[in-house]
């Protein structure tokens, strides 16, 4: 069965957070009169992580956070070292007319993996925080996904920062170009 619980502000978010063990999180939205933000997060170690290694980009506000118990989870550590982020945008190319797909096609190759997704409904762009796999296959496959869909990447450094060594950009404003809708 789904609960749903509000939070005033971020603060609060993350201190329950850090105590919630064995859920799986259904939805998260920001409600704010300005902007509402839809997150996709099933973990609630990522959306912490997110918050506590992001400030600022997961704004203050009131939060209402749906979820369920999961009997099948198995509360493992995540390693924080080892998350990934990514940029990806669906806009309509000036000049010709074209349209990317980035976001939905950047959505279906991230599917399998654990994944918080944060969309600003304001804008088209769409963030992406994703557990860096420990399989060297599955992490080529994911290298190669994002540089191919992702219009900026980075994996974790160790600095705690986005720097020249560890963000890239990718093709993700060409990636799924179509005709004018």
């Not at 789904?2 to 064995?22: P, Q, R, V």
Request: net charge negative; charged share 20%.
């Amino acid at each position: 069965m789904e609960k749903k619980i509000e939070f005033t502000a971020l603060s609060n978010l993350k201190s329950w957070l850090i105590s919630a063990t064995g859920i799986c999180i259904t939805s998260v939205a920001l409600m704010q009169d300005i902007e509402t933000i839809e997150m996709s997060v099933v973990s609630p170690k990522i959306f912490y992580y997110a918050i506590e290694h992001m400030p600022g980009f997961i704004p203050d506000g009131r939060y209402i956070v749906s979820y369920k118990d999961d009997l099948y989870s198995e509360d493992k550590e995540l390693d924080y070292s080892k998350m990934v982020f990514a940029l990806a945008v669906s806009v309509t190319l000036r000049k010709s007319g074209l349209d990317t797909e980035g976001v939905e096609q950047l959505d279906n190759a991230l599917a399998d993996y654990e994944i918080m997704r944060i969309n600003n409904k304001e804008s088209n762009i769409v963030s992406y925080w994703v557990v860096e796999p420990a399989n060297p296959t599955e992490l080529q496959l994911l290298t190669s996904t994002l540089e191919k869909l992702a219009v900026l990447y980075a994996f974790n450094d160790g600095t705690g920062t986005f720097n020249l060594s560890n963000t890239k950009f990718g093709n993700g404003v060409y990636a799924g170009l179509t005709k004018p809708r």
